[in-house]
């Protein structure tokens, strides 16, 4: 499959444990924020948005976390399994288009 | 099923000889995009479109050009590739490229430029 990023930081979770993925963001105007995860030699999927005006939400196993304050942002998988093991990016918008992060990598272990 | 499709998956090509990469969705979205991915650089975007025949320049637009005649389809073309342009390049399309409307993506088109 393609590698879509050969330096990228990586976290490896045990099977079953919670993953926590962050994110900082660059512009504190940026009023909309969205999680994509992308798979081996697939194109990047998405999971759960936020809006600035708030600070937690919540989908199927997923939460996003958004910290205006220190401008971060972060995901947390329950229960992480093998298919959760993909490359995770945050975007970021104030007007389109979308500004989107370099990825983290996580490696599930069973 | 909706989708955003690429065609082709991948292609290897010589310097020069001009090409064109597809995209269609089956959305009826108004906002389509065209990205490449290169390893520590991440999503870069090249143009997009907020609608029929309106088009705009991304961060990377040099060497690169599109048209929107039809809403369903986004091609990239390049009409001179050169070796920099080896890359995985994306398309992807929303409702309306604004606020709480999430990136549709393709699954990718690798280019190979020799």
């Known amino acids: 499959g393609e590698s879509v990023g050969l330096h990228l930081p990586t976290l490896s979770v045990q099977e079953g444990d919670n993953s926590i993925i962050n994110c900082a963001y660059s512009?504190?105007?940026?009023?909309?924020f969205i999680w994509y995860k992308q798979e081996s030699g697939k194109g990047p999927q998405f999971i759960i948005d936020?809006?600035?005006?708030?600070d937690k939400r919540q989908g199927q196993r997923v939460t996003v976390l958004l910290n205006k304050t220190v401008k971060h942002l972060s995901l947390q998988i329950a229960a992480t399994q093998p298919g959760d093991s993909a490359v995770y990016f945050c975007?970021?918008?104030?007007?389109?288009?979308?500004?989107f992060g370099k990825g983290t990598r996580l490696s599930v272990i069973a | 099923e909706a989708q955003v499709t690429q065609n082709p998956r991948y292609l290897i090509t010589v310097t020069g000889k001009k090409l064109t990469v597809t995209c269609s969705q089956n959305?009826?979205?108004?906002?389509m995009s065209w990205y490449r991915q290169d390893p520590g650089l991440g999503l870069r975007q090249i143009y997009y479109?907020?609608?029929?025949?309106?088009?705009d320049k991304g961060d990377v637009p040099e060497g690169y050009k599109v048209s929107r005649k039809e809403k369903r389809n986004f091609p990239l073309i390049l009409e001179s590739p050169s070796p920099n342009q080896t890359s995985l390049y994306f398309c992807?399309?929303?409702?309306?490229?604004?606020?709480?409307?999430?990136?549709?993506f393709g699954n990718g088109t690798r280019l190979t430029v020799t």
């Open positions: 479109s907020m609608n029929v025949e309106v088009t």
């Open positions: 992807a399309s929303s409702r309306r490229g604004q606020f709480n409307s999430p990136l549709h």
């Open positions: 975007a970021e918008m104030v007007n389109t288009p979308l500004v």
């Open positions: 936020i809006r600035s005006n708030m």
């Open positions: 512009n504190s105007a940026s009023d909309y």
């Open positions: 959305m009826n979205h108004e906002y």
